[in-house]
Nanobody, 122 residues
């Protein structure tokens, strides 16, 4: 059974930092591109960043560029999302997803983690 376990969310003040983790079991992340998505209350889920499984190329949504960093540790079968300079508008449930052909678009065929809540207070 494939599982993606997202963790690391919490409550933080504006300007603070959090690091999210996405630990995989049942698959080897070496073979997958990994993305982080988020869904704020009343809004659609959006892709905010991704990292490929070949050269480590990354993608960032403009609103998080320069503040968020995605990285992967294939030895630990884990992907991380370092979030700095957090803003209230970053408040959302954050999900990780995996697929060999993952893009920033939401796709039900991806493997999805269960989500972790990030709340940024002003």
């Amino acid at each position: 059974e494939v599982q993606l376990q997202a963790s690391g969310g919490g409550l933080v003040q504006a300007g603070g930092s959090l690091r999210l983790s996405c630990a995989a079991s049942g698959i080897s992340l070496d073979d997958y591109a990994i993305g982080w998505f988020r869904q704020a209350t009343g809004k659609e889920r959006e892709g905010i960043c991704a990292i490929d499984n070949s050269i480590g190329a990354t993608y960032y949504l403009d609103s998080v560029k320069g503040r968020f960093t995605i990285s992967r540790d294939n030895a630990k079968n884990t992907v991380y999302l370092q979030m700095n300079s957090l803003k209230p508008e970053d408040t959302a449930v954050y999900y990780c997803a995996a697929d060999p052909l993952l893009t920033s678009r939401v796709d039900d065929d991806y493997y999805w983690g269960q989500g972790t809540q990030v709340t940024v207070s002003s």
